[in-house]
């Protein structure tokens, strides 16, 4: 079969060997599979990242010697079964995976290790009981957004971000182009989005941001200004003798009132949820420091190598900070059933497809933010990188409950 293999930080076309499914696995014919921002770190910083993981008891990240297949936002159709499988899914099938494969108790990630050969391929081993049948139609190019979606899906959740909410995305690559998307498919009143990037700024509102900042001319920051939130310290402590001043006058003690407005979450202070989506040293160390206080920080984009913060900022704003990865298997579950019933909307997102051969020439397209956003491989055609002009065709609505 033919794969775009990656080894010393180059791409290339190879033949290779049909891949066999084990125990408990399949065989799925991949008809789609994006190409992901940590795919583009991993080909050049990906020794860094093995570095941390190991760390993390995984020591099978890929590394830059290695002859790797990559891609893990995998969409296609069942080919073949290995042994002790259900049969639930029948040959044909349009399925979408969880990306991790087993074997014995050994666990990969598919697409991001050696061990584990992804979907920038012809055909590619999953795991049966985390693979799910596409429902609704869905189409191919929003099938193949099911994991990335499923990300920010996580992230949101972690985020804890309720419809009242002003969210603030920093970075509107992929990964916060699809949390601006979650965000807003979730009724979130408000979302103000940043970037560098005029083609981010134009795909964030497509998304649903309801305020888009040129952050290498405003700040995110100003257009919180006037949401309520406290921004120094002087102004918060004002505010605990304001209030207390005001108990003080009343006929019970101020201490009984305090925790009476405690319990029903009246002095919960004000705050926004920032969802970090950059990824590059020194952002988030300037995010604690701009943030107002209280804030709620995810932290979704991943910096590949070292990164320095002043604790002493999140301390003394009592800021939250959060890191998220991947999503549940049930959030990846919902995800696929949003996008199919068109109540979550990622088509801003697909700017190219391309086939197997193209693959070199799309990671460098992707190097420049102003052109496009997310490119999928179309392994079943040899065509070079193209740009979508029309979004793919939205799904049907649900003939039956979910």
């Not at 290498?216 to 605990?240: C, I, K, L, R």
């Not at 009132?257 to 020194?282: H, I, N, Q, S």
């Not at 579950?333 to 497809?353: C, F, N, Y």
């Not at 999928?376 to 609505?397: M, N, V, W």
């Amino acid at each position: 079969m033919k794969a775009a293999v990656t080894t010393g930080g180059r791409i290339e076309l190879a033949d290779l060997p049909v891949p066999r499914p084990k125990a408990g696995q399949l065989l799925v014919d991949v008809r789609r599979c994006g190409i992901c921002g940590s795919d583009l770190h991993a080909l050049t910083h990906g020794d860094e990242l093995a570095q941390a993981l190991q760390l993390c008891g995984y020591p099978r990240y890929m590394r830059s010697g290695e002859r790797v297949v990559m891609g893990h936002e995998i969409y296609g159709e069942v080919a073949g079964h290995g042994p002790w499988t259900s049969g639930r899914l029948r040959p044909g099938t349009p399925v979408v995976t969880v990306p991790l494969v087993r074997r014995g108790r050994q666990v990969d990630g598919i697409g991001l290790s050696a061990h584990a050969p992804g979907g920038y391929a012809e055909q590619v081993v999953v795991q049966e009981a985390l693979t799910l049948p596409v429902p609704n139609g869905l189409a191919p190019d929003l099938a193949a957004l099911t994991e990335p979606m499923a990300v920010a899906w996580h992230a949101v959740q972690r985020g804890e971000v309720t419809r009242k909410d002003t969210a603030v995305v920093l970075g509107c690559g992929p990964v916060g182009l699809a949390v601006i998307a979650v965000l807003k498919a979730r009724g979130v009143a408000t979302v103000i989005a940043a970037d560098y990037s005029p083609h981010r700024r134009t795909l964030a509102a497509r998304c649903g941001a309801d305020v888009t900042v040129d952050a290498a001319t405003g700040s995110p920051w100003e257009e919180t200004a006037d949401h309520g939130f406290v921004t120094t310290m002087p102004d918060e402590y004002n505010a605990g003798i304001d209030a207390l001043e005001n108990l003080h006058r009343l006929p019970v003690p101020w201490w009984t009132t305090w925790r009476a407005l405690d319990a029903v979450g009246a002095t919960r202070p004000k705050r926004p949820v920032v969802f970090e989506c950059v990824g590059v040293p020194g952002v988030l160390d300037g995010v604690l420091a701009a943030a107002p206080l209280h804030s709620r920080v995810v932290v979704v984009g991943v910096c590949m190598g070292a990164d320095t913060i002043r604790p002493a900022l999140a301390v003394n704003k009592e800021l939250d900070l959060r890191f998220v990865v991947g999503y549940t298997p049930l959030e990846f579950r919902d995800t696929l059933h949003a996008l199919a019933e068109g109540t979550l909307d990622a088509t801003p997102l697909v700017t190219g497809r391309v086939g197997l051969p193209g693959v070199p020439g799309a990671f460098a397209a992707l190097s420049d933010p102003g052109s496009h956003a997310k490119i999928l491989i179309d392994p079943t055609t040899d065509s070079e990188l193209t740009t979508t002009t029309t979004p793919p065709p939205r799904a049907r609505r649900p003939t039956a409950p979910r």
